[in-house]
């Protein structure tokens, strides 16, 4: 069974930093891997999506980068604003199915302090 | 509209009542997807459709849950008997065939007295 952990639970910066959110998955034979963002009491936002054939992303000020082997991603957000304030959610789909059903993790919830 | 559409986005039960909450995909996307969460939780996986069939209900947590989509379009979650534990956010998503790349909704959160 997948099972998906981010680290840390939660993160507080000052606004400017730049910082890393950690995910790491259990199975490494994964179709692809999203990031998410959800505010409160909102739906979900894809941020972006790294296909398995894929090494990272890029979004503007988001970076996200994917290493099957080790079973890990990384999101990197540049120079954080007040508004980057919300949980950050990583998501796999196991590749050798025809559903396309996600993994999440629990979660990062980040602060970033004006 | 051009996102996913889910309705109602509150509702607040008794214990043992039946509930139905209604999802609309995005215009196009043949694929469906119902998600769970709970408080603190990322979502899990309930049900999934491709056009009008369920192709994987695995993650239905019992017989009380049941979800349809008659014309391959709008789709209703259907819970009966609700219980206090049913009580969270019931996400909705969609997706053109074979990308696997998901557009969710805003959510229908459930609360159960």
């Known amino acids: 069974k997948q099972e998906v952990t981010q680290i840390p639970a939660a993160l507080s910066v000052p606004e400017g930093e730049n910082l890393v959110l950690n995910c790491s998955f259990t199975d490494s034979a994964i179709y692809n891997l999203q990031w998410f963002r959800q505010d409160p009491g909102k739906g979900l936002t894809s941020l972006l999506l790294i296909q398995s054939s894929q090494r990272e992303q890029t979004s503007g000020r988001l970076n996200a980068s994917l290493d099957k082997s080790s079973g890990r991603s990384t999101l990197y957000i540049a120079a954080s604003q007040p508004g980057d304030s919300a949980t950050y959610l990583c998501?796999?789909?196991?590749?050798?199915?025809?559903?396309?059903?996600?993994?999440f993790g629990k979660g990062t919830l980040l602060t970033v302090n004006p | 509209g051009a996102g996913v559409s889910q309705t109602p986005s509150n509702k607040v039960t008794e214990k043992g009542k039946y509930v139905e909450l209604r999802c609309d995909p995005i215009s196009g996307h043949t694929a469906l997807y119902w998600y769970r969460q709970s408080l603190g939780q990322g979502p899990e996986f309930l049900i999934y459709f491709q056009g009008t069939g369920a192709a994987d209900d695995s993650g239905l947590p019992n017989d009380r849950f049941f979800a349809v989509r008659p014309e391959g379009s709008v789709s209703t979650l259907k819970i009966q008997r609700t219980e206090r534990g049913d009580s969270a956010v019931y996400l909705c998503?969609?997706?053109?065939?074979?990308?696997?790349?998901?557009?969710f909704g805003e959510g229908s959160r459930l609360t159960v007295l």
């Open positions: 998501a796999v789909i196991l590749s050798g199915g025809s559903n396309y059903k996600l993994t």
């Open positions: 998503a969609s997706s053109p065939r074979n990308t696997g790349e998901l557009f």
